[in-house]
């Protein structure tokens, strides 16, 4: 048998978009789920509010929801910003794809940096370098002991020794990226033909 490596010039990253489309599916209801619990009792009862604030389901929803959506954020910037790189230097593909992307870009208000607009690779690239990142949390019915995410992220970070803000809208962004994404991927191609039929 011959040397494998010799059979893998030219090998780039392999980004799988069903792994792409299940992170954005899981970091939506990461935030549609964190109010339902209580959205689901009489906040005024004490005996409701106390027993699902001792509700495992609800210990586990505060225990877990920021940091898996923000662990989330970061796979799906790490796989996007690599779809990216990769289109944007294919030779077949990165005229048709740059067209796609700025019309993505067009239709997409994701949030802010700084005064501008992010773009969906800025966004990756706020995830991955952020220094800091903060989800934004809403009362439940106006209390000050309920809390439900927004889909709101907020990020900070350095270029040099200037700091950076940015405000990550989390659906736009998620809806963004699977528009994005759809570039390359033959089974919402397909997908699309069938509801045009």
């Known amino acids: 048998m011959s040397n494998p490596y010799w059979t893998t010039e030219g090998q780039s990253h392999q980004v799988s978009l069903d792994e792409i489309e299940l992170l954005c599916f899981w970091a939506l209801n990461i935030v549609g789920a964190s109010g339902v619990l209580p959205g689901q009792i009489d906040l005024d009862d004490e005996d409701d509010a106390k027993e699902c604030r001792s509700s495992k389901l609800y210990q586990l929803s505060q225990r877990f929801s920021e940091a898996r959506l923000l662990d989330h954020l970061l796979k ?6 690599t779809f990216d790189d990769l289109l ?6 990165k005229e048709a794809y ?11 208000y994701i949030g802010s940096l700084d005064e501008s607009d992010l773009t969906i690779r800025e966004a990756c690239n706020k995830i991955i370098h952020a220094s800091e990142l903060r989800a934004v949390y809403d009362r439940i019915d106006d209390r000050d002991d309920w809390w439900q995410l927004t889909s709101e992220v907020e990020l900070k970070g350095l270029i040099g020794n200037s700091e950076w803000n940015a405000v990550l809208h989390v659906f736009e962004f998620l809806e963004g990226v699977l528009e994005l994404v759809s570039f390359d991927n033959p089974a919402q191609k397909t997908k699309r033909r069938k509801k045009s039929s």
């Open 98 to 108: 740059e067209k796609h992307r700025n019309a993505v870009g067009d239709n997409h």
């Open 76 to 81: 799906i910037a790490i796989l996007v910003r």
């Open 88 to 93: 944007r230097s294919s030779e077949n593909k």
